[in-house]
């Protein structure tokens, strides 16, 4: 049933559209009645009215959000109530100024849109609700009927003019049964077509979680033994040379000494080859995290092991930027962090990281000593010319405002495709 409520909101427009159409064909019968030379007496002109005021009025009943709003559950019930008895009624007061008088092309013609027009909510209904449901729908419409017929007999005192509506309402429920129950049929096939749709994605969604632990779970083994391999080997040789240098040492201090330079050559050969084997393992932040998370998180640990107060502001729908641009930024606020650590003597940091219409925007500040930027040292120079060097390949704009006792604040915008 959730298919069902989900799509309640498609019904509603389709709803509004055949009401639109209705109100169109209501106003299309009238010019065609007068045209084929209806009587229009002034007891037939409240019917006509009738007709415009019940299409127009339901037109504007569905086309109001608010109502839905407010009246919730209730609002399409209440539209399909309403679009079922204004029909009816018309139907009986077609009969009403047409009894006694002789057969009225045009007001046949309105007889017959009456009946189509009751198929709307029919259609509806088997659309969104069950075959049970259309049966009560189909058995109320004929008890409409029945009293309508007694209530009009009972003012008439005639018998005649009865028997042709009761007819016709007995013939429209035999079509309402037959079609309502096509659409509840195929409508419940489609729910269930559905339904096994979530359910065999449900269990794609489990297998591909299972296949990434287990791939997952593989290439962890796999690199926990390539360092095995890897640290043992080259601890265990070295070990051994160590042991040939400690031997040879007083013995011969020419071999110790070669020895000696083969062991460091082995462990710089096993230092390369760890930190390959641990760079393989490791996922970038940027890939694991996101950039956002990712810039909370490195900000958060280097504020901690400095003694930082941080206020973080970042949107929470980075998603869409280039590797490239993630990267930088990501740079950015990591050089950034190191030299509000290392150098600015600040206790607090605020971090914003918004976008702007087409702009993504970081701004880093803290409250420390700042500096002049022809005065700073070598290092951080060259952290500073670092990031204006990565800003200058995604074409971003870069501004560091500081002065001496005033903090500083770094500024990172980028304006090109997402």
């Known amino acids: 049933m959730e298919f069902r409520t989900a799509s309640e909101s498609g019904i509603i427009k389709t709803f509004r559209l055949f009401t639109g159409v209705r109100m169109g064909l209501v106003v299309f019968s009238i010019l065609r009645y007068f045209v084929a030379g209806g009587s229009t007496t002034f007891e037939k002109w409240p019917f006509l009215a009738f007709m415009v005021l019940d299409a127009g009025l339901l037109f504007i009943y569905l086309s109001l959000p608010r109502l839905s709003q407010l009246l919730k559950r209730a609002y399409l019930p209440i539209g399909i109530l309403w679009a079922t008895i204004g029909p009816i009624l018309e139907l009986h007061l077609v009969f009403y100024w047409s009894s006694g008088s002789p057969p009225d092309r045009a007001a046949f013609i309105l007889v017959m849109q009456t009946i189509l027009v009751l198929f709307i909510p029919l259609v509806i209904i088997g659309w969104r609700y069950t075959m049970r449901t259309v049966v009560r729908f189909s058995g109320l419409t004929f008890l409409l009927d029945l009293i309508l017929v007694l209530v009009a007999f009972k003012w008439s005192g005639g018998v005649d003019f009865n028997s042709p509506i009761l007819a016709v309402a007995f013939l429209r429920t035999v079509l309402f049964l037959f079609i309502g129950n096509m659409v509840a049929n195929l409508m419940k096939t489609q729910v269930e077509q559905h339904q096994r749709l979530v359910e065999a994605n449900e269990r794609l969604a489990q297998y591909a979680s299972t296949l990434e632990q287990l791939t997952i779970s593989r290439e962890r083994n796999r690199m926990a033994r390539e360092l095995h391999d890897v640290l043992a080997h080259t601890m265990s040789g070295v070990a051994v040379e160590l042991e040939g240098v400690r031997a040879q040492l007083r013995v011969d201090p020419d071999h110790a000494e070669e020895l000696l330079g083969q062991s460091l050559h082995a462990v710089r050969e096993g230092l390369t080859e760890t ?105 951080r120079k060259y952290g500073l010319l670092g990031m204006r060097e990565r800003v200058e390949m995604i074409k971003g704009d870069l501004s560091i405002v500081s002065q001496p006792g005033s903090g500083t604040q770094i500024l990172l915008a980028y304006g090109g495709k997402e």
């Open 275 to 379: 930190r390959r084997a641990l760079q393989a393992l490791r996922a970038t932040p940027l890939e694991d995290l996101g950039l956002g998370l990712a810039i909370r998180n490195l900000g958060e640990s280097i504020a901690g092991q400095a003694g930082l107060q941080t206020d973080f502001q970042i949107d929470n729908d980075l998603r869409n930027y280039s590797a490239e641009v993630q990267q930088c930024f990501y740079r950015v606020a990591q050089e950034a962090f190191t030299n509000i650590a290392a150098h600015s003597q600040a206790r607090k940091v605020q971090v914003s990281l918004k976008r702007d219409g087409r702009w993504l925007k970081l701004s880093i500040r803290d409250d420390g000593i700042g500096f002049n930027e022809n005065a700073i040292d070598r290092d």
